[in-house]
């Protein structure tokens, strides 16, 4: 088993900035990919990030390209998303998610609001 806890959301203003952490624990000897997901009042959960075992590959989606950071710490078993120049539009949810043994993990969530 895998448990995952996320942290640094809040209320920020458009054009600020936040980092959120997610933290594993368990087995994370066996974690193979992890992400941040989102999802948004009325809309369907959606893919913002991913990043590899060891860090060397990571995937954006369009929206948040050149402006989020995926990262991970093995020796503290945490993935990291650095949100820059946010925007309204990235009120949300945010969910972390591990690839464990062939199965998927998920954090209970952090609420990030970006107010304009």
């Known amino acids: 088993q895998v448990q995952l806890v996320e942290s640094g959301g809040g209320l920020v203003q458009a054009g600020g900035s936040l980092r959120l952490s997610c933290a594993a624990s368990?087995?994370?000897?066996?974690?193979?990919?992890m992400g941040w997901y989102r999802q948004a009042p009325g809309k369907q959960r959606e893919l913002v990030a991913t990043?590899?075992?060891?860090?060397?590959?990571?995937t954006y989606a369009d929206s948040v390209k050149d402006r989020f950071t995926i990262s991970r710490d093995n020796a503290k078993n945490t993935v990291y998303l650095q949100m820059n120049s946010l925007k309204p539009e990235d009120t949300a949810v945010y969910y972390c998610?591990?690839?464990?043994?062939?199965?998927?993990?998920w954090g209970e969530g952090t609420r990030v609001t970006v107010s304009s």
């Open positions: 998610n591990a690839v464990a043994s062939s199965r998927n993990f």
């Open positions: 990043i590899s075992r060891l860090g060397t590959s990571t």
């Open positions: 368990g087995s994370t000897f066996s974690i193979a990919v």
